[in-house]
């Protein structure tokens, strides 16, 4: 006891310490809320180039909050909501608005609706996540596009092409840039998640290999590997997609839908907290 004080135990400093590792997800996720309203921003500043560029930084958060509160075992219910809550702005309505300033402004009310059918359906996939049963187990997949890879390929795009579409005949390119993304996101196609994409040699370096000529590749081209990273993750869910329903016999559709409702198919997780 020090003046009348009792002396603070040393057994209680790592539960105050663990309080304040709670903020940590949140803030990753705040940061992420952040970029989402820059983008905004600089969208209306017609500053395509920076605008682009925050909501792939806004990706980058999005991963990492969702990877610290797995780390810290810090995941929350408030979490959860606050993620779905930042995502709807910085991958709903943030490639939105940057879409119609930097080309769907010619197409006037056909423009601003196709941006409005993209917030509704980046709405409804984090909606839909939120709501998926427990009994979802496979970690491999996404239901529907994620909604920061539709804000990639949106932000790619017009990162490798800052200067826009400068008559109507070219806005009506980048109406099917908004519109695909939309419906691919409220689709039931599902996506693989990048975390379990298996590249062999569980034991070996050769992931971190990969990661290191990925960065190499963006450093060296960043526009053209950004776009095409984009674009290879959603063609490559088409093509798997198609493949599939080539691959189903005719005679096997009802009974392979039986075996799916039965076994409770599994829907996807998420790469962050809320699970996009």
Not at 70 to 93: E, I, P
Not at 202 to 231: D, E, G, K, N, Q
């Amino acid at each position: 006891m020090l003046n009348g004080r009792p002396r603070r135990r040393r057994e209680d400093r790592p539960q105050r310490f663990k309080r304040g590792v709670y903020l940590l997800p949140s803030m990753f996720t705040m940061a992420n809320l952040f970029c989402g309203y820059g983008c905004v921003v600089y969208a209306t500043q017609r500053d395509f180039d920076t605008a682009a560029v925050l909501i792939g930084i806004a990706m980058v958060l999005d991963t990492l909050d969702g990877f610290v509160a797995r780390l810290t075992k810090t995941s929350s219910a408030f979490g959860v909501q606050l993620d779905s809550l930042a995502d709807v702005v910085s991958f709903g309505l943030a490639p939105a608005i940057l879409a119609f300033t930097w080309g769907l402004w010619p197409l006037k009310r056909l423009g601003w609706a196709a941006g409005f059918i993209y917030v509704t359906a980046a709405a409804m996939r984090l909606a839909r996540f939120n709501i998926q049963t427990a009994a979802a187990t496979d970690k491999r997949y996404f239901v529907g596009m994620p909604s920061p890879a539709a804000a990639g390929v949106i932000a790619s795009t017009i990162y490798l092409f800052p200067d826009g579409p400068r008559d109507q005949e070219f806005a009506f390119a980048a109406l099917a840039m908004v519109v695909v993304p939309a419906l691919l996101m409220v689709s039931t196609i599902r996506f693989r998640s990048v975390k379990a994409i298996e590249v062999g040699w569980r034991r070996s370096y050769f992931a971190l290999f990969l990661v290191a000529v990925l960065f190499a590749l963006i450093a060296s081209h960043p526009r053209l590997a950004l776009v095409t990273m984009a674009y290879t993750y959603t063609v490559a869910a088409l093509i798997m997609w198609v493949y599939t329903r080539m691959r189903r016999r005719p005679g096997d559709a009802l009974g392979g839908e039986a075996t799916a409702q039965g076994n409770n198919d599994p829907q996807v997780a998420s790469s962050s907290d809320a699970g996009l």
